[in-house]
């Protein structure tokens, strides 16, 4: 019942994103501009809002699903993509590449792509060699801060305040101004990442009782968290590829997951997919209604949004936890 | 029917062996108790046994098959183990823990040795409460009840009586008596020989070594 709540919530979310924007439309103007093929109507839906829209989706449940994923990993509910690194790699990449003088999606995007693949290169030589998970979120933190720092020396040496305007901007994360490649590669990530992790549900179910039982029961520990690793990497480094870095929706979607819907542990990843993906279209419904001078970025609604909802989720678990 | 066979285990985690050159035989149908002051290995030697950790040297096989010849997929139905280490799922319910793991099991059966577990264990009110919200000897039953779920033949449990009150350390005792009786394979570690009066062996771990005194019951015979 109430993941058929949630649904219709997610699909009505999605719908809204469509009528919202510079030229506000009505849903039976949309209706009727595409089914008469008007020209503007067709350019601004089928080239704009909808690719926009499908973009955001898909970046929120890579990321709500790899938030899933590590959280059930690390056996820790703080887990996040963000608390491995990948992304700040990404970040740092991407910060480079504008300050090199990369300009444009695609160019910075490359970057972004480059420092992910590095980062989670990394991560998954440290993960194939850790004896423990804990060895291995000690490593992420460290290469997070690591990137974190690299980043501020970027700024930090920004030869002009307009490259150092252009980082942040990037970094805030964005979807606006998006085409169809765009999601096209994020779509490709997504499938892979999320197909991943979905196939690693089981043994990661069984993860909860621990490294040693789950050992006993057949589960080969240290290839899991290599394969959670690698699909995680995938997920959040494509995402700040395509959309700079958007924070706390892998962190909160699965939380978020459990306050409202309290399904078993086992669909925990799925549903955590879909609340990224809607929590993602709901901030992005968000910076284009609330009316500011500046264009508001989609990181900076998606941690104004997630942190509440995640402050009040963790109130109300302190009722049921001893 | 060879049950567990270790041949000339030696055990080291880098700082000189804990344990050299020790053999294990355990037949079907045995409970057999293992004895060693803390720190000896015992923890370390059920680890080897049940396949989590390889051992410096020797081999451990199930059935005359070598363990790490058989197929991860196969464990569960070859051998159950309840470590001493049992982080508590946050969300989980008795139910969960109970059968978590063992989806290979037919339905049945399962719902069967479920119920089973419950009673023997004195769970039964507790089936749908998160875990979390059990004091440590409740959580602890739950832990050992996965042993009695598993239909598999061999039970491998660290610490079993740990955290139990004189009455759930006796349920604990009885279930597991039976579970051997039964033609199950059952090695645990054991602080008091007098815990496990029913115990047919009982391995000493002294220095690096391993004693062994089959069947204590004779002992106790004579002297009752």
Not at chain 1, 82 to 93: I, N, Y
Not at chain 1, 170 to 190: E, I, K, P
Not at chain 1, 237 to 266: I, K, M, N, T, Y
């Amino acid at each position: 019942m109430r993941l058929g709540v949630l649904l219709m919530v997610l699909v009505l979310t999605g719908l809204c994103s469509l009528l919202v924007g510079d030229w506000p439309l009505a849903p039976a103007e949309i209706w009727q501009g595409l089914m008469t093929g008007h020209p503007q109507i067709s350019e601004v839906i089928l080239q704009i809002r909808l690719p926009r829209m499908v973009l955001a989706l898909l970046m929120g449940m890579a990321l709500g699903g790899a938030g899933a994923a590590l959280q059930a990993l690390f056996q820790n509910p703080l887990a996040d993509p963000g608390v491995l690194g990948v992304s700040g790699v990404a970040a740092f990449a991407a910060a480079l590449g504008i300050s090199a003088g990369a300009a444009g999606l695609w160019a910075i995007g490359g970057y972004a792509v480059l420092g992910a693949a590095i980062g989670g290169l990394v991560l998954v030589l440290a993960a194939s060699v850790a004896r423990q998970t804990v060895t291995l979120v000690l490593f992420g933190a460290g290469l997070a801060s690591l990137a974190g720092s690299g980043t501020a020396l970027v700024f930090n040496l920004s030869p002009t305040p307009v490259t150092t305007a252009e980082m942040m901007n990037w970094l805030m994360g964005s979807v606006a101004h998006r085409d169809w490649r765009h999601v096209g590669v994020m779509a490709v990530g997504a499938s892979v990442g999320l197909g991943i992790l979905m196939a690693l549900r089981r043994p990661l179910d069984m993860l909860r009782l621990g490294e040693e039982t789950a050992t006993s029961l057949g589960v080969q520990v240290r290839l899991v968290r290599l394969w959670v690793i690698a699909g995680v990497s995938i997920l959040s480094g494509l995402a700040v590829a395509v959309a700079g870095v958007v924070g706390f929706v892998g962190l909160a979607a699965p939380h978020v997951v459990r306050g409202l819907v309290r399904p078993p542990e086992r669909q925990i990843m799925p549903m955590a997919a879909l609340m990224g993906g809607g929590l993602t279209v709901m901030a992005d419904l968000g910076v284009r209604l609330i009316p500011t001078d500046a264009e508001l970025k989609l990181g900076v609604i998606t941690a104004l949004l997630g942190a509440p909802i995640l402050m009040v989720i963790a109130l109300r678990y302190r009722e049921v936890r001893p | 029917m060879t049950g567990l066979l270790a041949k000339d285990i030696t055990i080291d985690h880098g700082q000189g062996p804990i344990l050299r050159g020790v053999d294990v035989v355990l037949r079907p149908g045995t409970l057999t108790g293992l004895v060693g002051e803390n720190g000896a290995g015992k923890s370390s030697l059920l680890r080897v046994l049940a396949g989590i950790d390889r051992p410096k040297t020797g081999d451990v096989s199930w059935q005359n098959e070598p363990l790490p010849t058989l197929p991860k997929r196969d464990w569960p139905r070859m051998m159950v183990y309840v470590p001493q280490h049992r982080p508590v799922p946050p969300t989980a319910t008795v139910q969960e823990v109970l059968t978590l793991g063992f989806g290979h099991m037919p339905q049945k059966l399962q719902a069967q040795r479920l119920e089973r577990a419950l009673t023997r264990l004195a769970l039964d009110r507790f089936l749908d409460r998160a875990v979390v919200t059990l004091s440590g000897g409740e959580r602890a039953r739950v832990f050992l009840g996965r042993a009695l779920v598993s239909a598999a033949p061999l039970v491998i449990l660290d610490e079993p009586l740990a955290a139990l009150d004189r009455k759930n350390k006796a349920l604990v005792q009885e279930a597991f008596q039976a579970e051997a009786r039964s033609g199950r394979t059952v090695l645990l570690t054991v602080h008091d020989t007098g815990d496990w009066p029913e115990a047919d062996h009982i391995l000493t771990i002294t220095g690096q070594n391993i004693e062994s005194k089959d069947s204590v019951k004779p002992v106790a015979d004579v002297v009752g």
